[in-house]
């Protein structure tokens, strides 16, 4: 009898232990795939905002649905049992943190004070950043809507990128180079009392989803980077005032890329040139001359023969769209109506350009007998194997 009830407990004792390493096992092999499947997006920063009302179970979907989890259920699972209250605030968390880890950043221990560093967030604000506006315009895009921060603050930071190199799509920014160009313009929600580095993470992340993997496909496909696309989306943001010249544009800009003729395109021009009292100047000859030798001058192939340093504005999902699938034409001419619509006269000649400059432009020099100058009657062309897309070093 003895020998049998020490048999049974033995085989109690081993299924008991058998179980237990299975659960740790399982729960071991959950958590590490919880915490760290998102390999390829580690190091990314996400802002979350986390206000008095919530609690575990809205703060688990608030990090679902920024993919910063897995499982919603697990989450608030772990948070329950840790005993740790919820700290209201904004916080930069990054992809590949531990569940662990995001519980300490936005908890505070139950026996503790909580963290006088953490900022509650203040008044909800609804900014909306333009299409086509530089950085120093988004600075005071925010001002104007009641953020709490300091402009310059807001410009400094999207100047001089904080880590840059954790954003695949500014692989190929120069070195020095500031983020113009990459702060997506949409309409945004975000506390009056944000940080600036915050605000410009939102965006960033909001530029790697709208320029999807199909865009970058596509962008791969033609030879280019995402840097060119965007450099020379900016261009056409600017210049097509009309929704639908937006591809006809972008295919003209690339025929003169494709044809070795510098674009001369007048928003570089006025990017070199602007000021606080006026971004974008209508260009008079003495702000041409000013600009002719500037560093995003595109009518001096010297300075450069192909696109320019970089961005010279934030473009819209569509603009890029255009670059990446522009008009199929021969146009490498446009002349601004000068009328409501906005939009142009496109040519294929230089003869055909120049009656169009006499229609829509009739007091210009060259239709009065002076010099053709800034209308484009004069195209300085580049050797064949100098010519190409890519930016100029």
């Given at each position: 009898m003895l020998v049998r009830l020490l048999t049974?407990?033995?085989?109690?004792?081993?299924?008991?232990?058998?179980?237990?390493?299975?659960?740790?096992?399982?729960?071991?092999?959950?958590?590490?795939?919880?915490?760290?499947?998102?390999?390829?997006?580690?190091?990314?920063?996400?802002?979350?905002?986390?206000?008095?009302?919530?609690?575990?179970?809205?703060?688990?979907?608030?990090?679902?649905?920024?993919?910063?989890i897995n499982s919603g259920f697990y989450f608030e699972t772990r948070f329950r049992f840790s005993a740790d209250a919820l700290q209201p605030g904004t916080y930069t968390l990054r992809h590949g943190m531990s569940v662990s880890e995001i519980i300490e950043a936005v908890s505070v221990p139950a026996a503790d004070e909580p963290d006088a560093t953490i900022e509650a967030p203040g008044d909800a604000l609804s900014v909306t950043f333009i299409e086509g506006e530089r950085i120093e315009q988004y600075a005071e895009t925010l001002a104007e809507a009641g953020w709490e921060g300091d402009?310059?603050?807001?410009?400094?930071?999207?100047?001089?990128?904080?880590?840059?190199?954790?954003?695949?799509?500014?692989?190929?920014?120069?070195?020095?180079?500031?983020?113009?160009?990459?702060?997506?313009?949409?309409?945004?929600?975000?506390?009056?009392?944000?940080?600036?580095?915050?605000?410009?993470?939102?965006?960033?992340?909001?530029?790697?989803?709208?320029?999807?993997?199909?865009?970058?496909?596509?962008?791969?496909?033609?030879?280019?980077?995402?840097?060119?696309?965007?450099?020379?989306?900016?261009i056409v943001e600017r210049e097509a005032a009309a929704e639908e010249e937006r591809v006809t544009i972008a295919g003209l800009y690339l025929n003169r890329l494709d044809q070795g003729m510098i674009l001369q395109a007048d928003p570089t021009q006025q990017y070199a040139v602007g000021t606080a009292d006026d971004w974008w100047p209508e260009l008079g000859q003495d702000l041409i001359d000013q600009a002719f030798n500037e560093p995003y001058s595109t009518y001096n192939s010297d300075v450069n023969p192909a696109l320019p340093p970089g961005p010279i504005a934030n473009p819209g999902l569509?603009?890029?769209?255009?670059?990446?699938?522009?008009?199929?034409?021969?146009?490498?001419?446009?002349?601004?109506?000068?009328?409501?619509?906005?939009?142009?006269?496109?040519?294929?000649?230089?003869?055909?350009?120049?009656?169009?400059?006499?229609?829509?432009?009739?007091?210009?020099?060259?239709?009065?007998g002076g010099s053709t100058g800034n209308d484009l009657a004069s195209i300085s062309v580049l050797p064949a194997a100098d010519r190409r897309w890519t930016i100029a070093a």
């Open positions: 049974q407990s033995l085989k109690i004792i081993s299924i008991l232990t058998l179980s237990t390493l299975v659960v740790v096992g399982s729960v071991t092999f959950f958590n590490y795939w919880t915490d760290r499947s998102r390999a390829e997006e580690i190091g990314r920063p996400v802002t979350i905002t986390i206000v008095e009302e919530d609690d575990g179970s809205t703060v688990a979907s608030k990090l679902t649905d920024a993919e910063l402009p310059q603050d807001f410009i400094d930071a999207a100047y001089s990128p904080a880590n840059p190199g954790q954003w695949d799509f500014l692989a190929d920014l120069p070195e020095g180079g500031s983020l113009e160009g990459f702060l997506f313009p949409d309409t945004y929600d975000i506390p009056s009392n944000d940080t600036a580095q915050n605000i410009i993470d939102r965006m960033l992340n909001n530029f790697d989803v709208q320029f999807d993997d199909s865009m970058r496909q596509s962008a791969s496909d033609q030879g280019r980077n995402v840097f060119e696309v965007v450099t020379m989306a900016s569509r603009a890029m769209q255009a670059v990446l699938q522009p008009e199929e034409h021969e146009f490498i001419f446009m002349q601004a109506k000068g009328d409501d619509t906005g939009t142009h006269a496109f040519s294929t000649t230089l003869e055909e350009h120049e009656q169009n400059i006499c229609t829509y432009n009739p007091t210009a020099e060259s239709c009065t």
